[in-house]
């Protein structure tokens, strides 16, 4: 197999390299080059996860315990103990073999390939025949840590029994559902979130189960919540002042999507599309869902601090909420207003607000709010990949449907303009929003 030398020096976290490589036969694939600080160990793996395409490079890097649970546990500790995490599913990747470590998923191997540095500390790769590489870029990867979490208050009032952590009981999943949307503090709810999505993710969590959610999230007495119609303008970011009210915007706006997605784990357990129950691929991608949105909070507090301020300075409104109550009884209404129609308008105006604080010279704002753009189109990609689902499963048209919830469910028309591009990474096609973009 033929070297290739790169005008690159390995990278050093939290920087790393997306290369391109085009095959014999033409098909490109993207990988990603990336090295583990300690021990140092250099490796070149494909970028995106193969088992359901979630962004592999961006995942974590990690080193295996030395306590050998299983076969695949054992072959990846042979082959230098190094693999990357998922951000996606948490499903771990060998950096050297590419197998993963989910025994029950047999197949989803990522593509490695073989990286070295010559003398010179430039990169070397070695490719199959044929093969030859398209285009390297550099990028950086936010660290875990940088996502300040805010301290613990005290738990209000004893309740009755619920879900803790490390109460040393198997709760099932709606429970925790249930527990989070009723825990009023943030910080408290944040761990909460991050807590239940590992236990799901290390396969502590088995049964579903069932219960009855909140009509609506507990939220903490502290915080002035007004009527939607009564919120100030935020401005356009040009001041600290608009700056800081944008975050905290959105801050309550991540706390609200927190509840969402347990909301509707929760809320629709039991439904079924033509008598099949919702699988458990359902309930883990909307743990993802919640993961991110925690982490996301955890971001706008981190910045909404540094600028010297705090979350609960400015009033808050429940407007996403009343979506979720229009919805509370259809399932796929829910998954078409809530994730389909309001966080696609979130693409829609994300890249401007990026741009004002761009403009601002609020560069740490701006990588915060760049990853969680990204988030949000993996977020509406759920929401459709389900509406999807249960509409091929009952023999629905996907389009007509989707129109006639919306104009059910939801005030007046889609305003335009849209963010086509994005729009459709995450699964929505113009067929789905355009015809409901003027009035009827």
């Not at 990846?76 to 073999?97: D, E, M, Y």
């Not at 300075?313 to 078409?336: C, D, K, M, V, Y």
């Amino acid at each position: 197999m033929p070297f290739v030398k790169l005008d690159w020096q390995a990278p050093q976290e939290p920087q790393r390299l997306k290369v391109v490589i085009s095959s014999a036969d033409g098909a490109q694939t993207e990988y990603v080059i990336a090295q583990r600080r300690e021990p140092p160990l250099l490796f070149c793996i494909e970028s995106v996860c193969p088992h359901s395409g979630g962004p592999l490079s961006k995942g974590a890097i990690e080193t295996m315990p030395q306590e050998i649970e299983d076969i695949e546990d054992a072959h990846t500790l042979a082959n230098g103990g190094c693999f990357v995490v998922c951000p996606w599913h948490s499903f771990r990747f060998s950096v050297q073999t590419g197998l993963s470590d989910h025994s029950d998923e047999v197949g989803h191997a990522a593509k490695v390939v073989p990286v070295s540095c010559n003398e010179a500390g430039n990169l070397v790769l070695d490719l199959p025949e044929g093969s030859v590489v398209v285009s390297v870029e550099a990028f950086s990867v936010i660290p875990k840590k940088s996502a300040v979490e805010p301290a613990l208050q005290p738990v209000p009032t004893a309740v009755e029994s619920r879900p803790e952590i490390d109460d040393g009981r198997t709760w099932p999943l709606v429970d925790w559902c249930i527990r989070v949307l009723n825990e009023p503090n943030p910080s408290l709810k944040i761990k909460l979130t991050f807590h239940v999505f590992q236990l799901w993710n290390d396969g502590g969590i088995s049964e579903i189960g069932t219960g009855t959610p909140p009509h609506e999230p507990v939220r903490d007495e502290s915080l002035d919540k007004i009527e939607p119609s009564k919120g100030r303008k935020l401005g356009k970011g040009g001041s600290l002042a608009s700056r800081i009210a944008i975050l905290h915007s959105l801050a309550s706006i991540e706390q609200w999507a927190i509840d969402l997605a347990f909301d509707v784990m929760a809320r629709y357990a039991g439904v079924t599309a033509a008598e099949k129950p919702l699988p458990r691929e359902f309930f883990s991608d909307f743990l993802k869902v919640a993961n991110d949105e925690a982490k996301h909070y955890s971001y706008l507090i981190a910045r909404l601090e540094a600028l010297g301020s705090h979350f609960g300075a400015l009033p808050i409104h429940a407007g996403l909420w009343e979506s979720a109550e229009q919805t509370s009884n259809n399932f796929l209404a829910r998954l078409a207003v809530v994730h389909m129609v309001h966080e696609a308008r979130g693409l829609d105006v994300n890249p401007q607000t990026i741009s004002r604080f761009e403009r601002a010279g609020d560069t740490d704002s701006v990588v915060y709010l760049t990853e969680i753009h990204l988030d949000e189109v993996t977020h509406v990609a759920t929401g459709q990949k389900w509406f999807t689902w249960v509409c091929e499963q009952e023999g629905r048209e996907k389009y007509s449907t989707f129109h006639s919830l919306v104009r059910e469910n939801f005030k007046g028309y889609l305003k335009p303009p849209f963010n086509e591009q994005d729009r459709a990474r995450a699964g929505l096609d113009v067929q789905y929003y355009m015809p409901l973009s003027t009035p009827m």
